[in-house]
């Protein structure tokens, strides 16, 4: 509660000064908005890999049925299985 107070009082001590900087509200709000790309890569990969297997899903089963679903089925659980054990 403490703590609240003091930022608030130097809020209002920097709004009259005009000239300070809010530098410690500033870096908070802008810090939330912030990205980190270390996942990035690995994430946009995934979400390929993810969207092609959806297509081949439903050409698939267009094409061929249900056979098209028991397939994906099969290789879903292995490229999971391998993903477990962290062979991929």
């Not at 081949?56 to 397939?71: D, E, K, Q, R, S």
């Amino acid at each position: 509660m403490e703590d609240r107070e003091s930022a608030m009082r130097r809020e209002l001590e920097a709004h009259n000064n005009e000239g300070a900087d809010l530098t410690n509200r500033s870096s908070r709000i802008a810090g939330g908005f912030r990205r980190t790309s270390s996942n990035s890569a690995s994430a946009t990969f995934t979400q390929l890999i993810i969207m092609v297997m959806l297509a081949f899903l439903i050409f698939g089963y267009i094409y061929l049925g249900n056979i098209a679903l028991y397939v994906f089925a099969l290789v879903a659980s292995l490229l999971l299985y391998l993903r477990m054990r962290r062979i991929i």
